[in-house]
């Protein structure tokens, strides 16, 4: 194993732990299952604006491609490396 792919494995189980944490901070925006099945309220066309659950979806997006970024870079060197 390498440097690059220990400081790679690092990078991925922060990144998994900061998307863990986003998501489970964020307030539910649907309505469930009972949404899904046409008994729960109507949706409501809220403009997004820099409210914090907005800001943590797009704090969420980046962790998620770096996330993906690492994990594909973690890939390419394991495999060029030998």
């Known amino acids: 194993m390498s440097v690059l792919e220990i400081v790679g494995g690092v990078l991925l189980i922060i990144a998994?732990?900061?998307i863990i944490f986003m998501v489970l901070v964020q307030q539910p925006s649907g309505n469930g299952l009972s949404g899904a099945i046409g008994g729960g309220e109507a949706m409501t066309s809220e403009a997004r604006t820099r409210t914090t659950d907005a800001v943590l979806a797009?704090?969420?997006k980046i962790a998620a491609i770096v996330f993906f970024v690492v994990?594909?870079?973690v890939s390419l060197?394991?495999?060029?490396?030998?």
């Open 16 to 18: 998994s732990l900061v």
């Open 58 to 60: 797009k704090y969420t």
């Open 71 to 73: 994990t594909l870079a």
């Open 77 to 82: 060197f394991s495999v060029f490396a030998k």
